[in-house]
Nanobody, 126 residues
Framework: QVQLVESGGGLVQAGGSLRLSCVFS????????MGWFRQAPGKEREFVAAITWSGGNTYYAASVKGRFTISRDNAKNTVYLQMNSLKPEDTAVYYC???????????????????WGQGTQVTVSP
């Protein structure tokens, strides 16, 4: 069974940076595409960023493109989300997700993912 454990969330002022980490265990990490989603209070979960199993392709939501960077280290079974120039509207619980690389579902949708982490809170103050 795949387990995902996120860390790195916290409170930061607008304009600041955070790096989220997600450690994958239970299966072969390099066989999975990875994604980050977020959910703010009263809102639906939304796509943030994704990276293919090899790291060869990345995808971003328009709202974070140019500010956030997703990366992975297959030797460490870890995916990262570097978040720069944070805004108050980035405040949310951030979730890591893993999906089998054979999936044909677009990585920008939650249906592409089979496993989810418990989430880590990111709060950006004005």
């Amino acid at each position: 069974q795949v387990q995902l454990v996120e860390s790195g969330g916290g409170l930061v002022q607008a304009g600041g940076s955070l790096r989220l980490s997600c450690v994958f265990s239970g299966r072969t990490f390099s066989a999975y595409n990875m994604g980050w989603f977020r959910q703010a209070p009263g809102k639906e979960r939304e796509f943030v960023a994704a990276i293919t199993w090899s790291g060869g392709n990345t995808y971003y939501a328009a709202s974070v493109k140019g500010r956030f960077t997703i990366s992975r280290d297959n030797a460490k079974n870890t995916v990262y989300l570097q978040m720069n120039s944070l805004k108050p509207e980035d405040t949310a619980v951030y979730y890591c997700a893993a999906g089998r690389k054979a999936s044909v579902v677009p990585l920008t949708t939650y249906r592409a993912y089979d496993y989810w982490g418990q989430g880590t809170q990111v709060t950006v103050s004005p």
